[in-house]
C-alpha cells in the first residue's frame, strides 16, 4: 500500500513513517520542512511542498497514486498557533481543504486527519478553534464526496522512537520533556514551567502524556480499520482520542526527568498558572480500542522520559548531528582537532573514530558526525561533545 504522509518529516510524522515502513507500507513524504527535517524520514521518496498550494497537491496527486493519505501538516503548538494566528489558520483551515480536495479529484477515499486534544480541551483557543473548523469541514465534505476520514486527536505526544535515532527536535522548543532535556545538557537554560496555582492535587498543569510510537501506531490501525467494510463505516466521520486516561502533573515530570539525567542538572522556574490553561486536560482511551483495536503500549511514564533522554543525549543538536558530507574529512578533522585541544581526546582515539566513520560509510551505513561516533565509542561524554561542539562552532564563526 501507498501512503502519503503529508508533514511527514515533522516529530509525530516522521515516527508514522517509521511505522508505516516497518509494516512493509511504501511512503510518499510531503512536507514544506518549516518545522520537519528532512533527516528525520532519509530513504523515503520525499516532495517538498505546501498544502496551502493546490498547484503543488494536484502535481503530487498526478505524479503519485495513493491507497490512502495521513494528514500531519497541520499546526499542533499552541504557541505556534497563538503567535501566528493568520498563518497557523490557513495552514489548519484551508489546507486541509486543499488536501481533501486533491484527493476526492484523485479519487483517494481514506484520510486519517491528525487532530488536536485542544478541540475539546481547550476550544476557545486558536489551536482548538481551527482543528474543530477543520474536522467540521471535513464532516461537511464527506457528505458530498466519496471521502471516509477519521479524526485522532492527539493529547501530550512526547518520547521517541526506541531505536534513538529520530525524535523530538521543534525550534524553537515549547514542549516540557525536550526542553528539561536540554536544560540537562546544558543548552536553553532555566525551564520554566506552570507548577503553581491549578485546581490538581500538586498545583500544577496534569497533561495525558501518550508515547509517539503509540500515536504513530494509531494512525496506521485507522488507516486499516477505513479499509474495511465494517468497521470502517462504524469509524468514518469519527473525532478519537489517541490518550492514556492517565494524567501526569508538570511537577511529576520535572522531578522523574531529573531521576533519568543521572548526574546532571536540570534548572527551572516555577510559574503561577496562566489564565485560560486547562488545569487537567485527559482523554478517553476506550474509543479508541473499540473502534481500532488500540492499546499504549510505550506510554508509561519511564518509557517516554527514557526514550527521551536517549535521544537528546544522543543528538544534543537535534537532526543537525545525525547527517554530514562523509567525503568533506576537514570538518571531521576540525573537529577532532578541538576535542584534542580542549583534552577531552587523544589524537589516537579521533583517527579511530574517523576509521569507523569511513568503514559505516563504505558499507553503505549511516553517516554520521564524527562527535557522534566518538560518543557511541565512549571516547566522549555527552557533556564532553556539547563542549566541543560549542567551541568549534565559535572556531567557524570566527
Known amino acids: 500500500m501507498r501512503i502519503l504522509v503529508a508533514g511527514g518529516a515533522g516529530y509525530v510524522g516522521s515516527h508514522v513513517v517509521r511505522e508505516c515502513r516497518r509494516v512493509g507500507h511504501e511512503v510518499v513524504v510531503f512536507d514544506n520542512y518549516s518545522t520537519g527535517h528532512a533527516d528525520a524520514v532519509d530513504g523515503v521518496e520525499q516532495v517538498s511542498g505546501d498544502i496551502r498550494e493546490p498547484k503543488a497537491l494536484r502535481a503530487l496527486f498526478e505524479n503519485f497514486r495513493f491507497s490512502a493519505v495521513i494528514h500531519l501538516a497541520s499546526s499542533h503548538s499552541a504557541h505556534e498557533t497563538r503567535d501566528r494566528t493568520a498563518a497557523s489558520m490557513q495552514t489548519i483551515v484551508g489546507g486541509t481543504l486543499n488536501l481533501a480536495r486533491a484527493m476526492t479529484d484523485a479519487a483517494?477515499?481514506?484520510l486519517v486527519y491528525g487532530s488536536s486534544a485542544a478541540v475539546t480541551a481547550n476550544p476557545s483557543s486558536d489551536l482548538g478553534f481551527a482543528h474543530r473548523s477543520a474536522e467540521e469541514l471535513l464532516s461537511r465534505l464527506a457528505q458530498s464526496?466519496?471521502?471516509r476520514f477519521?479524526?485522532?486527536?492527539?493529547?501530550?505526544v512526547a518520547g521517541a522512537d526506541l531505536a534513538g535515532d529520530i525524535g523530538e527536535d521543534h525550534r524553537p522548543e515549547s514542549h516540557l520533556v525536550p526542553r528539561l532535556f536540554?536544560?540537562?545538557?546544558g543548552l536553553?537554560?532555566?525551564?520554566?514551567?506552570?507548577?503553581?496555582?491549578?485546581?490538581?492535587?500538586?498545583?500544577?498543569?496534569?497533561r495525558d502524556y501518550v508515547h509517539v510510537t503509540d500515536v504513530a501506531r494509531a494512525h496506521l490501525l485507522a488507516i486499516d480499520a477505513l479499509e474495511s467494510t465494517?468497521?470502517?463505516?462504524?469509524l468514518a466521520g469519527r473525532a478519537i482520542d489517541v490518550a492514556t486516561g492517565l494524567g501526569l502533573s508538570e511537577r511529576e515530570i520535572v522531578a522523574e526527568s531529573r531521576?533519568?539525567?543521572?548526574d546532571l542538572e536540570i534548572q527551572t522556574t516555577m510559574l503561577t498558572a496562566e489564565p485560560g490553561t486547562p488545569a487537567s486536560v485527559i482523554g478517553d482511551p476506550d474509543p479508541a480500542q473499540d473502534l481500532l483495536g488500540w492499546e499504549p503500549q510505550f506510554s508509561d511514564r519511564e518509557t517516554i522520559l527514557r526514550t527521551a533522554w536517549a535521544w537528546h543525549r544522543r543528538h544534543p543538536s537535534g537532526f543537525t548531528l545525525v547527517r554530514t558530507d562523509p567525503a568533506d574529512s576537514d570538518k571531521a578533522q576540525r573537529f577532532g582537532a578541538v576535542a584534542v585541544r580542549l583534552g577531552f581526546a587523544t589524537e589516537s582515539d579521533v583517527q579511530r573514530a574517523l576509521d569507523r566513520q569511513m568503514r559505516e560509510s563504505q558499507e553503505g551505513g549511516e553517516h554520521k558526525l564524527i562527535g557522534l561516533h566518538m560518543l557511541e565509542l565512549g571516547i566522549l561524554s555527552t557533556s564532553q561533545l556539547i563542549s566541543i561542539l560549542r567551541s568549534y562552532e565559535e572556531s567557524t564563526e570566527a
Open 150 to 156: 477519521v479524526a485522532l486527536r492527539m493529547f501530550a
Open 259 to 262: 531521576g533519568v539525567v543521572d
Open 188 to 206: 536553553g537554560g532555566p525551564v520554566t514551567f506552570r507548577g503553581d496555582g491549578f485546581d490538581t492535587p500538586d498545583r500544577s498543569a496534569v
Open 145 to 147: 464526496h466519496a471521502l
Open 230 to 234: 465494517r468497521s470502517g463505516a462504524e
Open 182 to 185: 536540554r536544560s540537562a545538557l
Open 108 to 110: 483517494v477515499e481514506r
